[in-house]
């Protein structure tokens, strides 16, 4: 996560501003061997970019953890998990090589005043910017003990929090899972790979 510079502000928040990555990843990637992502399927060998201009969501923590792809390959990942999240003018899109040239999925949705929403979201992510605020964090948890449902692995760092506000969300993922995933007014659109979220 690109955070750094915590200034705290009224009824115990903290707000946090971007640094350089490798500060961050080298704290949330302690004993990241050992991490898994809690999820039951293989992830793709394909990155993918999701950004929104504003998320806000309940029931926040993050952990390291590694994805694991179909053929047995492992990629180092922050995991974040949200209870309960929206998101404004949500944005996702993935390219895929192909025997074609280059195939992109571009999808839009949560735009006008009904944001997308989602219960229970899981990202393993391996890059996020933008400007965030947490409320009543806690940094340095063990990463079994954190308030979420989903845990890490005994030992690791993590940090959770009861809400999250990410403004200008930029996040580049290899696995997002939800319960329930809300995308209202929804648009897929096929291009040449050349259009992404940011």
Known sequence: MKFSKLTT??????ALAAVPVGIAAAVLMG??????????FAVSGSQFQISASQL????F???????TDSEGGKHTVAIANIKSATLANLCQAVVTETPMGKVGVLIKAGGGDTPASASDLQIGMTGLKGDASFGNIRIGVDAS???????GTAGDFAQDADTVSIKGLQQTAWSTQASVFTLTGMSLELTD???GCF
């Not at 806000?56 to 029931?59: Q, R």
């Not at 003990?145 to 845990?151: A, C, D, F, L, N």
């Open 61 to 67: 923590s993050q952990y390291a953890g590694v994805a």
């Open 145 to 151: 003990t954190v308030s979420t449902k989903e845990k």
């Open 56 to 59: 806000e969501g309940t029931g």
């Open 9 to 14: 502000t009224h009824g115990g928040r903290i």
């Open 193 to 195: 790979g050349s259009k």
């Open 31 to 40: 004993g990241v061997a050992q991490g898994q992502v809690p999820v039951s």
